[in-house]
């Protein structure tokens, strides 16, 4: 009688393929005010996700658009305005297709958040700020926040107006 052996799954695959600014914009906007630096900032930072499959096979790309706001605690004055999409391309192979979405949109990031961290901090100490060294984002939690919101916007467009 002989032995049936499965197969154990293979782990899935993940390499950084490169990874770049596609568009930056720095706004230094004391400077073009010619007011005093020496201000208590205040850092708003939005953090938008996207990614995409790319033509070749088992390739996608992952963005993290930052806009970045700071301001002067006292005054509200807006000090300066960072705007910045960076992407990584990625080889990613063996994910199953419904764990893909999720993938794209945590473990992708991820990855690429320690640099372009240092690209935000290197362009605010260039701008003639203090770097700024952005926290870690927790990926896991925006990701389902974004979900949820879809879910709620699918749930109230399907809501019968009266």
């Known amino acids: ?14 390499r950084v393929l490169g990874q770049f600014v596609r568009d930056m914009s720095f706004e230094n906007i004391v400077a073009q005010k010619g007011a005093s630096p020496d201000v208590q900032p205040d850092v708003q930072v939005q953090v938008n996700l996207d990614a995409k499959k790319r033509a070749q096979e088992n390739q996608y790309e992952a963005s993290i658009k930052l806009n970045i706001t700071s301001k002067d605690k006292e005054g ?56 700024l060294n952005l926290e870690n984002i927790d990926f896991i939690s925006l990701y389902r ?10 749930a109230q467009a399907e809501t019968p107006v009266n």
């Open 76 to 131: 509200d004055t807006v000090l300066f305005v960072l705007e910045i999409d960076y992407v990584g391309l990625f080889f990613i192979d063996k994910v199953p297709e419904d764990q893909m979405h999720p993938f794209l949109l945590i473990e992708c990031p991820r990855m690429i958040f320690p640099f372009l961290r240092r690209v935000v901090s290197d362009v605010t100490r260039d701008g003639g700020f203090p770097p």
């Open 145 to 154: 926040n974004e979900i949820a919101r879809r879910q709620s916007d699918a």
């Open 1 to 14: 009688m002989a032995e049936e052996t499965e197969t154990p799954p293979t782990a899935p695959q993940m």
